[in-house]
């Protein structure tokens, strides 16, 4: 099976090489991805901390661009899906079709069975195909006839979603939100970049010229070695004052859940992996803690007459939480 052999080949790799590989990612990237160094890092961090990436933005700005380079660059299988309302589960999951020469049931993957999937417009199709990609997500795997197939490792899935208000639009139910590591904006390019891009004729530089770095089981050993970075105890009870201060705040509704404190834990080893260091500092949860927790939160109705934000709501609690001294090892 796919999974049981990546796992049996993955390799031990040293953190000086880890870190270097890491860089080497990054400028791999920035090939056909310029003025958007942030964003291509967080989602190489999504990676690295073996998660699920959301891109809320509009169309054209390069998310289709940014998936095709992270699956060149990490040697990975690659399937993108364009989720129109038509779109079933079958076509995420497979299907058993009958063959009457041979008098059994065959199995025909969907378009899920791949190292990294991109699916476009995730807020567009149906609530049953919805689910079927949600499984796909938290279980690494899909059931069809009482059979479970698993997919290769490692696993990510890139999801875009329109702007709410979007022409054939819904708002993705809290469940599904929850299951993506982080939720990101891309955002129009600056006036530079824009301008390299025409150059280009449409990017940054071909994709042709991005080179492969790692391979699947090199990429499992990054992430092996991420889940490795130390966390000390009044950074794990920061982060978790953090997200109970969610919950508590006034004006939010709905807080961030255990699996939100969990994948910030995984990213912010991540971020410190990335950052040349073998231990969490209360810095590396300030970089990333909107992208981890603001999409798992829904604020009171009062917020909006009183001009406030997740963001600007995060940013308080932030402020409030005491930060934690390390003690010197």
């Keep these: ?46 990676f690295l901390a073996n998660g699920h990436v959301l891109l809320e933005d509009i169309p054209g700005v390069g998310k289709t661009t940014l998936a095709l380079a992270f699956a060149k660059t990490l040697g990975l299988d690659y399937h993108r899906v364009q989720l129109t309302p038509d779109v ?29 999937l991109l699916a476009d417009e995730v807020n567009r199709t149906s609530p049953k195909t919805q689910s079927a990609l949600l499984e796909v997500m938290e279980e690494t795997a899909v059931t069809v006839d009482g059979v479970t197939y698993p997919m290769p490792k490692p696993y990510c899935v890139i999801a875009t979603q329109n702007p709410v208000g979007s022409i054939g639009t819904q708002m993705l ?21 824009e301008i390299t891009i025409l150059r280009n004729g449409g990017s940054a530089g071909s994709l042709q010229d991005v080179a492969q770095v790692v391979d699947p089981q090199k990429l499992i050993a990054l992430q092996k070695l991420a ?4 966390v000390a105890d009044e950074m794990l009870r920061y982060i978790v004052q953090l997200a109970e201060a ?53 604020l009171h109705p009062r917020a909006k007459m009183d001009h406030m934000t997740v963001g600007s709501v995060l940013d308080e609690i932030l402020r409030d939480v005491p930060i934690p001294a390390l003690r010197k090892a």
Excluded: W
């Design 227 to 230: 889940a490795q970075i130390h």
């Design 88 to 116: 079933l589960p079958s076509d995420i999951t497979g299907f058993s079709m009958y063959h009457k020469e041979s008098g059994v049931f065959e199995f025909h993957k969907g378009v899920a069975f791949c190292n990294l």
């Design 173 to 193: 139910p809290e469940s599904q939100m929850d299951r993506f590591m982080l939720c990101l904006q891309m955002g129009y390019p600056d006036l530079e970049s």
């Design 1 to 46: 099976m796919p999974d049981i052999r990546s796992e049996s080949l993955t390799e031990n790799i040293s953190f000086q090489e880890g870190t270097e590989l890491i860089q080497r990612i990054m400028h791999e990237i920035r090939k056909v991805i310029v003025g958007k160094d942030i964003i291509v890092l967080k989602v190489l961090l999504a």
């Design 246 to 298: 969610t919950r508590k705040h006034p004006m939010i509704r709905l807080g961030v859940s255990p699996r939100g404190s969990l994948a910030m834990i995984a990213v912010v080893k991540a971020v410190a992996i990335a950052r040349g260091r073998e231990y969490v500092i209360p810095d590396d949860v300030a970089v990333i803690l909107q992208d981890v927790f603001a999409h798992r939160i829904l």
